[in-house]
């Protein structure tokens, strides 16, 4: 089992910066990808960035250039560095983790990016 705890939303302006963080907890050992998601209001989830155990990253098209996922393996947790936030990126996001054969997700934290 994986524990997955979120922190670091809020309420900020547009062109505000957030950073999110996730720790994980339990069987961490077996983690190799984690990543973050969000949801926005009357939306589906999406995936917003993922960082392999190697530090590889991939991020979607809208976040690229103003989003960062890195990972602190020592600290057991991945961070997504916010930046030129819009009030588009509004949503609850998810940190999510890849321990094979199943995926782990946290409660969620939610950003709101205001005009």
């Known amino acids: 089992q994986v524990h997955l705890v979120e922190s670091g939303g809020g309420l900020v302006q547009a062109g505000g910066s957030l950073r999110l963080s996730c720790v994980a907890s339990g069987s961490i050992s077996r983690i190799n990808a984690m990543g973050w998601y969000r949801r926005a209001p009357g939306k589906q989830r999406e995936l917003v960035a993922l960082?392999?155990?190697?530090?590889?990253?991939n991020y979607a098209d809208s976040v690229k250039g103003r989003f960062t996922i890195s990972r602190d393996n020592a600290k057991n947790t991945v961070y997504l560095q916010m930046s030129s936030l819009k009030p588009e990126d509004t949503g609850t996001y998810y940190c999510?983790?890849?321990?094979?054969?199943?995926?782990?997700w946290g409660q969620g934290t939610q950003v709101t990016v205001s005009s």
């Open positions: 999510a983790a890849t321990s094979l054969p199943r995926d782990y």
């Open positions: 960082i392999s155990s190697v530090g590889n990253t």
